[in-house]
């Protein structure tokens, strides 16, 4: 079972900035297209944000303008920057890759992989 790992959620004042990273294992050669989601207390858990393999992205209103998703092919790796933080912001952050490569020569793969989410938190 490919697990996705992500980092960099924590404690933020409003107004500050974090950036989430999601890993793919060594399985994987790239994530090419996939999503950040997050999840609010006593809250359905909603899309945040999705790339696409050529590169087009998504936001949901709520975040257009503060949060910019992006991918590092060569470190199998998608980001997620998120700047002017609020409140409302914090929730568990999850990411997703629907479409990947497991070796260099290979086609797209549609798959269904997530991490196990990290934890954002922003309070004064």
């Known amino acids: 079972q490919v697990q996705l790992v992500e980092s960099g959620g924590g404690l933020v004042q409003p107004g500050g900035s974090l950036r989430l990273s999601c890993a793919a294992p060594a399985s994987i050669f790239s994530i090419n297209a996939g999503g950040w989601y997050r999840q609010a207390p006593g809250k359905q858990r909603e899309v945040v944000a999705t790339i696409t393999n050529e590169g087009s992205t998504n936001y949901a209103d709520s975040v257009k303008g503060r949060f910019t998703i992006s991918r590092d092919n060569a470190k199998r790796t998608v980001y997620l920057q998120m700047d002017s933080l609020k409140p409302e912001d914090t929730a568990v952050y999850y990411c997703?890759?629907?479409?990947?490569?497991?070796?260099?020569?290979?086609?797209?793969?549609?798959?269904?992989?997530w991490g196990k989410g990290t934890l954002v938190t922003v309070s004064s």
């Open positions: 997703n890759a629907d479409k990947v490569k497991y070796d260099p020569f290979d086609a797209l793969r549609h798959s269904d992989y």
